[in-house]
């Protein structure tokens, strides 16, 4: 105890090097007080070092108390305090899922819910999946589209993000949204055909061109050459001719 009290007696140094040292020797000890103290290092002292020694000392510390104690960072704007904090939550995997729940999904903060889900979207479990689907009803706009499209990380997991995209594409009526769905689709590589059906549905309740026209993409994607007839002469509405055979002939779709 004596040697571990003397090092965290060193964090508190204005020598950046003997800080250091300490946070390499320190982290041995891998308890609630000493994550504390590495956190609050890293906060106190800028430099990019001992930025580097804590992180790597918190990577490997294991003491589930590292869940709320790593929370303090999100309360700094410094993007790379955000970063280590991200980087330190997407190694514990679901060790800290709760936490991820309690402190950045719940908050009032959109800016906080969008950090949640972009651990969510690296930890890429089952369960963070759940979490994440739990936020494609999201009050904001940008926190909605964010989860959506998060979606496309988690191919392991392809029928679980089918069943949340069906029950997103009935929601959805905004062009944002709907430009998410297509490009999550296709960008992610969400070839099943259960899509079909209620893409269709939802091309049935659209009356804006644009927003038919992203609809019409994710068909294409999807395989249905039935409908490249009113997909063309929608973009003809818009414009969008030509992205349309281009979409034909990425997705093998031209007639003989």
Request: proline fraction near 5%; charged fraction near 30%; charge should be negative.
């Given at each position: 105890m004596a040697e571990r009290d003397r090092l965290?007696?060193?964090l508190e140094s204005e020598d950046k090097m003997e800080i250091r040292n300490a946070v390499e020797k320190v982290a041995e000890y891998d308890d609630q007080e000493v994550i504390r103290a590495l956190v609050s290092t890293v906060i106190r002292v800028k430099s990019k070092a001992v930025l580097e020694a804590v992180r790597n000392a918190l990577l490997e510390m294991k003491n589930k108390s590292i869940c709320n104690e790593i929370m303090r960072l999100f309360e700094f704007p410094e993007p790379k305090l955000r970063q280590l904090a991200i980087d330190v939550l997407v190694s514990k995997g679901n060790l800290c899922l709760e936490t991820i729940k309690r402190n950045l999904l719940l908050s009032d903060d959109p800016n906080m819910r969008k950090f949640g889900l972009d651990v969510l979207s690296w930890i890429r479990t089952k369960e963070?999946?759940?979490l994440i689907g739990s936020m494609t009803s999201?009050?904001?706009?940008?926190?909605?589209?964010?989860?959506i499209e998060s979606l496309r990380n988690f191919s392991t997991f392809?029928?679980?993000?089918?069943e949340i995209l069906i029950n997103v594409i009935d929601d959805v009526r905004d062009l944002y949204s709907i430009t998410t769905i297509a490009s999550t689709i296709i960008y992610g590589n969400v070839n099943d055909k259960r899509l079909i059906r209620p893409l269709k549905s939802l091309l049935g309740k659209l009356s804006d061109p644009m927003k038919r026209h992203w609809i019409y993409k994710s068909l294409l994607f999807l395989g249905e050459k039935e409908i490249i007839k009113d997909a063309m002469e929608n973009a003809k509405k818009i414009e969008m001719e030509t992205d349309i055979k281009k979409d034909i002939k990425i997705f093998n779709l031209e007639v003989e």
């Open positions: 965290l007696s060193l963070s999946l759940e999201d009050e904001n706009p940008n926190v909605k589209n964010s989860s392809k029928d679980q993000v089918v």
